[in-house]
């Protein structure tokens, strides 16, 4: 028995989701008594359908299919309210399409409570997926809760949501702060007149380029239940827009464009994969109509638009989604009878492998599949320019596996390194094809060089008559001093006859020469002392400046 408070479940951010709906065991009327669930989805990214009260504790869940098409079921996020203290329940989602999904594997869903704001995994003892004889011997996930709170909320969601909302005031914080190398652009709209926002990252000069500049597209969110793509594209937003060496190099030389969102009438309703009429965007590439699909045709218009510009050159194009089936993180690639193009083409496949823990080779592939022509992978690969190589990059809706039986699941967190990973794997590959030379790579790094070959770090064993400092310990004692005056000194007071055949003054002077340009162009972590002369009453040794300057607690003590 239901109880709708409201006179209509249907509204822009939850067509056909339950709203408010309180279950009433059967025969009990008037006012709803505390443990009689109240189950919305009713807000954006929502999706409940319907709920049968099976018995006291057991309930049965109904995803709403994606509007105008009720093949898709796999996404669900809903809210249960007016629980009681120690109340244990039974969920049965009964109605997945995805039979093959990751709830095999061990994934269990997500939950958080108003006075607990951080999501985690329902312990895989509490969630079961299998083959029901009470519901046709389809695949029910069935779960196993406990609530422990009566005053607390509790939101269960397949993934970690990620609302359109939640993206748009993001974008305005970013766009707030009037970062010379970040420009955001309506780059058209949705069928709900939603904003298809364009994401440029670049320095300011390669915004409208005089000179040759290289151009990496990325897409993202194009199916609604796909929400890892949503947090992969916001860490690479946030590494572009930091100060790390790495993508102040890459700003100078490359120009990052990102699609954050192009399903976002699908994100906003609680689709799991298709758009307002019930079309999945990514089998729609080779048919691309201006009224049907007007985000796809504003996106590949932006690609030709770039091809066209004299000084723009389209290097890579990366689509983000995240796989309900496979783990880790993978990419499709395309195949190609040129051998050079295809070995170019895994080229940057194989950098990310060295950036990302958890990348899967085994499900990596390229093909040229006539069942995927309309997806961007295949369609942009025959559409722009040869040079352009196009990838679909998957991150798992669970995690990646260290062993056959050990599984580590992924976190927000683990979404936006990913990201960060993404772009050093772009700066890798541009390393390769030469965009970024060496003295792009070296510039920093040179300037940084002169300023510590005037001073080093020297280890002082043993104290000196010759030496004016006094040192209270006998422990080891950190000093800063200049590099000739303290050579010079140190090599005078010792006076053994060196064995350098090539300085004829040295046997006159009765002094042990080191070359000291050597060790200090070579950046060299010590100067080898002979044994012979380990009983000199000084023995130095040059330590690394770039080792001793983690540590931070020493380095407060000069």
């Not at 196993?144 to 993001?170: E, G, N, V």
């Not at 597209?217 to 590494?239: A, K, M």
């Not at 030709?304 to 995240?322: C, G, R, S, T, Y």
């Not at 990348?359 to 040079?387: M, P, V, W």
């Amino acid at each position: 028995m239901a109880d709708y408070e409201s006179d209509s479940d249907e509204g822009e951010a939850g067509l056909g989701n339950v709203t408010r709906v309180i279950m009433r065991p059967v025969g009990h009327s008037g006012k709803a008594k505390k443990g009689h669930l109240c189950f919305d989805a009713s807000f954006e990214t929502g999706n409940l359908g319907r709920i049968d009260l099976v018995c006291e504790y057991e309930y049965d869940l109904f995803i709403r299919p994606d509007t105008c098409n009720p093949r898709h079921r796999l996404w669900f996020n809903f809210v249960v309210e007016n629980t009681r203290q120690d109340q244990n329940v039974i969920f049965n989602i009964v109605n997945i399409s995805n039979k093959n999904n990751l709830f095999k594997n061990g994934m269990t869903p997500i939950v958080r409570s108003t006075s607990r704001n951080t999501w985690s995994r329902i312990p895989v003892y509490r969630v079961h997926y299998h083959r029901s004889l009470y519901h046709d011997n389809n695949y029910v996930l069935s779960i196993l809760f406990s609530f422990d709170k009566d005053d607390d909320s509790y939101q269960f969601s397949y993934s970690y949501p990620y609302s359109y909302t939640r993206q748009q005031t993001y974008l305005s914080l970013i766009e707030k702060k009037k970062l010379p190398y970040f420009k955001r652009e309506l780059l058209g709209q949705s069928i709900q007149n939603k904003r298809l926002d364009l994401v440029t990252i670049t320095n300011p000069k390669n915004m409208n380029p005089t000179e040759k500049v290289h151009v990496v597209v990325i897409l993202g969110r194009v199916h609604g239940s796909e929400t890892p793509s949503s947090y992969v594209c916001q860490g690479i937003i946030e590494f572009l827009i930091s100060n790390h060496p790495a993508v102040v190099r890459l700003r100078k030389k490359v120009v990052f464009q990102l699609i954050p969102m192009m399903n976002p009438d699908g994100v906003t309703l609680g689709n799991s994969r298709t758009n307002l009429l019930g079309i999945d965007l990514n089998r729609a590439w080779h048919k691309i109509s201006q009224w049907v699909h007007p985000i796809l045709y504003a996106v590949h218009n932006h690609l030709l638009e770039i091809e066209k510009h004299e000084n723009m050159e389209l290097d890579l194009v990366i689509d983000m989604h995240a796989h309900s089936s496979l783990h880790g993180v993978f990419t499709y690639g395309n195949a190609y009878d040129d051998v050079y193009r295809y070995e170019k083409h895994i080229l940057f496949p194989k950098l990310l492998s060295q950036h990302i823990e958890g990348y899967e080779q085994t499900h990596s592939l390229c093909n040229r599949d006539f069942k995927k022509c309309g997806t961007s992978r295949r369609f942009l690969c025959q559409s722009l320019k040869e040079k352009v190589n196009c990838y679909t990059l998957f991150v798992s809706q669970y995690g990646f596996s260290v062993s056959p039986k050990t599984m580590i699941p992924f976190t927000e967190d683990s979404f936006y390194t990913i990201g960060r990973c993404v772009v050093l794997a772009c700066s890798d590959y541009f390393k390769s094809t030469g965009v970024l030379t060496p003295q792009d790579v070296a510039v920093k790094c040179v300037k940084k060089r002169d300023k510590k070959r005037k001073t080093v770090l020297y280890r002082q064993r043993e104290v000196h008559p010759s030496f004016k400092r006094k040192i209270k310990k006998k422990s080891l004692a950190l000093k800063r001093v200049d590099i000739k005056d303290s050579f010079r000194s140190a090599l005078t007071a010792s006076r053994r006859p060196s064995d350098d055949p090539n300085r004829t003054n040295a046997s006159r002077r009765n002094m042990r020469f080191v070359d000291l340009s050597k060790t200090v162009d070579n950046r060299r972590s010590s100067i080898t002392v002979d044994r012979e002369n380990s009983a000199a009453p000084h023995a130095f040794s040059i330590i690394n400046v770039n080792d001793i300057i983690r540590d931070t607690d020493a380095l407060l003590k000069f």
